[in-house]
């Protein structure tokens, strides 16, 4: 890949380009308004069918604005102070508090890949992490990995629908039903389990 086509993907307005993507799922980790996992698929599958953007690279680009928005976001809940804490562990007996420092412990790193690709699930697993001081040392590794995985999952759907369609328009049209559908069936899944409980 040439410079030009690279400096091409985050200055030409035709495309979506590779800031757009990246500040997209650098918004979302950060704050949940923006859907960050279609906008990985939507920009996988523009990749795919088009020569404006390298799959590459915005694998790449998804997964350094995702670990980057999760270090801010358990960054913010490590130094919020007793405040922080207060606000995360309200309503909570100091048993149940007790229970979930443990968890962190022995299954700390676990936790937070799956909080990443659960929906709805990062924040509040990144915000208890930093609220119980979980070390750094064990949540860049976790962090990073969780990001890999979550970019490589909503890439491949944005690669499969690009594969199935040449047009940019119906690759996208595929991204987005694949990832309602991912999102149904993992919503469907959790509340099984939580009837269950």
Known sequence: ????????????SSSLGYPVLFGGVLLGSLVPVVPT??????AAAVAMTTDRLDIAVVLLLAVLAAFVGDVVTFSVARFGGPSAV??????????????VREQFRVHGWQIVVVGRLVPAGRIPVLVAAGALAYPWRRLLPASLAAATLWAVA?????????????SPLVAVGIATALVLAVGLVTNLVARRRRSRR
């Open 1 to 12: 890949m040439s410079a030009q086509v690279l400096a091409s993907g985050w200055t030409d």
């Open 37 to 42: 996992g279609p906008l990985l698929s939507v």
């Open 86 to 99: 207060r606000w995360m562990t309200r309503g909570q007996h100091a048993d149940r508090l007790t229970e």
């Open 154 to 166: 909503y890439a491949l759907l944005g690669v499969v629908s690009g594969g199935i369609a040449d």
